[in-house]
C-alpha cells in the first residue's frame, strides 16, 4: 500500500527556514518522480517543486526558485523541501504527491508570520 507522511511543518518569522520531510512506504522512492505542492484555503493547489526519477531534472514554481530545495534521501526513502528566506505569502498546507500512483500525504501547515 502506498502512503506518503509529511512532517516538519510549522509556525515559523519571515526569513526564516523549515525543512519538510515526506516518508514514503509502499514504493522506493528513487524509481519514481516526486513533487511537492501546496494550498491556501479557498485556493487551487499549487505546485511547488518536483523532482524526476533519476534526480536529474527538478524544477520549481517561480515562486520557489532561489529559497526552496527539493531533495531525495533514497536510504530513508524520504523526500526534503528545504525553504529558506521564508515569506508570509509561504503559508500554505503542504503536501507531498507520487504521481505514478495519484498518491497524497495529508499535509503539513506551514505558518509564516510576524
Known amino acids: 500500500q502506498v502512503q506518503l507522511v509529511e512532517s516538519g511543518g510549522g509556525s515559523v518569522q519571515p526569513g526564516g527556514s523549515l525543512r519538510l520531510s515526506c516518508a514514503a512506504s509502499?514504493?522506493?522512492?528513487?524509481?519514481?518522480?516526486m513533487r511537492w505542492y501546496r494550498q491556501v484555503p479557498g485556493k487551487e493547489r499549487e505546485l511547488v517543486a518536483r523532482?524526476?526519477?533519476?534526480?536529474?531534472?527538478?524544477n520549481y514554481a517561480d515562486s520557489a526558485k532561489g529559497r526552496f530545495t527539493i531533495s531525495r534521501d533514497n536510504a530513508k526513502n524520504t523526500v526534503y523541501l528545504q525553504m529558506n528566506m521564508l515569506k508570509p505569502e509561504d503559508t500554505a498546507d503542504y503536501y507531498c504527491?507520487?504521481?505514478?500512483?495519484?498518491?497524497w500525504g495529508q499535509g503539513t501547515q506551514v505558518t509564516v508570520s510576524s
Open positions: 504527491y507520487a504521481p505514478s500512483f495519484e498518491a
Open positions: 509502499g514504493f522506493t522512492i528513487s524509481t519514481y518522480a
Open positions: 523532482i524526476s526519477s533519476g534526480g536529474g531534472n527538478i
